[in-house]
Each structure stands twice: as C-alpha cells, then as structure tokens.
C-alpha cells in the first residue's frame, strides 16, 4: 500500500512531534531528578525490577463500567515488565512495559470489538513516594506513590502517545520482594488512532536490588 505524498509528510510530522515530547519529558525529568537528589540524598536508591499482568479497560465513562471485569476489561497474555531508579526516598522514574490484546466480543468505546486487536504500551514516569515523609522507610511495611508521565500505546501496530497520572502501592513481603498494584488513567495525546483514551490496572511483584546498608528489620 502506497502513501501519497501529503500523507507520507503527515506521517513524517507525527513521528517528529512524538520524538520531540519524548525529549522535552527526559531533560525535564534529569534536571527534576537531580534537582531532587542533591537536596534529598540518601545512601540507599535501590535499582527495582517489576513483573506482572496488566489489564486494561478501554470503555470507562463516568465510572460506568468500572467494574465490568467480564464485557470491559480485556486480558490475554497481559504480560508487563518494568524498571526503576530511586534517586531517593521521594522520587524514583518508572520505565513500564505491557502487552496485552483487546478481545473479539468484548467493548471498547462502548462498541462491540469484531476482531481481536494487538496492544503494547510503553510507560515512561516519574514516582513520588508521599508516605515516605511519615514513615521510616527503613522500617516500612508498605508505600504510598502517585505517578505521572508519558506513554506510547500500539494497537495492531499504531501509535498514539498518552498522558497517564495514577496512584499505587508496595507492600512488604520480604527485603528485596514487594507486591505492587497501581492504576493509570491514560489521557491521548493525538487522537490519529481508536481507544486511545483507557484505564490500565497492574498487578504484580517487585525485586529491590539492595545494599549491604539497609536495615532489615520491620
């Protein structure tokens, strides 16, 4: 299939405009990181891994169908990996993967789908950890986060960025492994694709590459 020349140049231009937010958001991010590290340093900024299943509902309209898990939210290997760098206590960045594809039979956009379509999300953002100016967390058994950020949505191959903001939560399981749920209001950014607008609950474990300085007690 052959692309005219006016949409070979629309194209060009999306991807151009896709490339500059994505690093307008990165400076912005370094500079807030070190910014925040040099006024909040703290000897232990664990490296973390995350493993999970992501589901994502693509048809929430004031609330209505929030908890629809059987006609709304779609889950076929929903497969999401993630790594993050804590700069301190506060703050850390997020990078997220998922997959997933949204199901023949189920709704999106309060329409029936008529064939299974692809899905793949990229999550890039930053994390505040606000339970972490209550609590020691040395000692903690559980932490508060709200995070926000960029991400690039794929259904069968084409892109939309978003905007996401959400809150979660780890809790303790042992030094290094911790459950983490969280929940992302997803907010489209260039309307060129269907069902960019979308809610994305993950579920999972986390692994906190520690040093030998962390208190281990609870």
Known sequence: MYLSTFETYIFVKNQNKMFKFFTIFVILTGFASTTMNAQFSQPKNPWIMGFGV????????????????SDRYHYHMPFSLSIEKKFNTL???N?????????????????????????FAAD??????????WTNPERTNYELFGTGGISLTFLDGDS?????????????LSDNWWFQG?????ITLDNRIDGSNYLQVN?????????DTRCGCY
């Open 54 to 69: 992501n589901l994502i509902n693509d048809s929430v309209e004031g609330g209505n169908g929030l908890l629809d898990f």
């Open 91 to 93: 703050l850390g960045l």
């Open 95 to 119: 990078l997220g993967l998922n997959n997933n594809r949204y199901l023949e039979g189920k709704i999106i956009n309060n329409r029936i789908v008529d064939e299974d379509i692809r899905f």
């Open 124 to 133: 890039l953002g930053l994390r505040f950890y606000p339970s972490n100016l």
């Open 160 to 172: 939309s960025p978003n905007f996401f903001i959400g809150p979660g939560v780890n809790i303790y």
């Open 182 to 186: 969280q929940g992302l209001a997803k």
């Open 203 to 211: 579920i999972g474990v986390i692994y906190k590459f520690l040093d």
